[in-house]
């Protein structure tokens, strides 16, 4: 019977080490993928020197993208509380009620193409999640920096963008 216990000892430090060797491999693992994110200065401008696309990058764009969606939240809230309050359609006057009239619709019209640019600010943050953000979505290039520095929230390079707008036109014409 003590060959056997032997035995079994023998089985269950194997066991141990190897058990113990894939929890330090798991540990590594999680260790590399939980890194905590890359921190950079208010002040960081992407470098055409730098990795395209690397995580600075990502981040810079993360949080140009979060601050602009904030700022156009807020401008879009306080045009509206704005709004409400300045009611002059009551007023007698039947250019007075026009002039008002006027007044509310070109300012929704500004709203609703802010809330448009929002969507695609959320559009570009997934871009940003799924590591496609910076790429033209019909060749897959890339945007470049410059174009995104100007315009965050490009989906297509210059060239691809001129394509789109001419198709665009075109179908306009129909």
Request: charged content about 35%; aromatic content about 4%; glycine content about 4%.
């Given at each position: 019977m003590a060959k056997s216990k032997k035995v079994?000892?023998?089985?269950?430090?194997?066991?141990?080490?190897?058990?113990?060797?894939?929890?330090?491999?798991?540990?590594?693992?999680?260790k590399e993928i939980n890194k905590s994110p890359i921190k950079i200065s208010k002040t960081y401008l992407p470098k055409e020197t730098e990795k395209y696309m690397c995580e600075k990058h990502r981040v810079f764009f993360r949080m140009k993208l979060q601050e602009w969606r904030k700022e156009l939240i807020k401008a879009n809230n306080e045009a509206l509380y704005n709004g409400s309050m300045d009611d002059n359609s009551i007023s007698a006057d039947i250019v007075d009620q026009a002039s008002s009239y006027t007044d509310k619709n070109v300012e929704m019209k500004a709203i609703n193409r802010q809330i448009k640019l929002i969507s695609e600010i959320d559009k570009a943050l997934i871009r940003i999640?799924?590591?496609?953000?910076?790429?033209?979505?019909?060749?897959?290039?890339?945007?470049?920096?410059?174009?995104?520095?100007?315009?965050?929230?490009?989906k297509y390079t210059i060239a691809a963008q001129e394509k789109h707008e001419k198709d665009e036109k075109v179908h306009a014409d129909d």
């Open positions: 079994k000892k023998k089985v269950s430090k194997s066991k141990t080490k190897t058990i113990s060797k894939i929890r330090t491999k798991a540990v590594t693992k999680a999640k799924d590591d496609t953000y910076g790429y033209c979505l019909d060749t897959a290039e890339p945007i470049g920096l410059k174009r995104l520095m100007a315009r965050p929230v490009a």
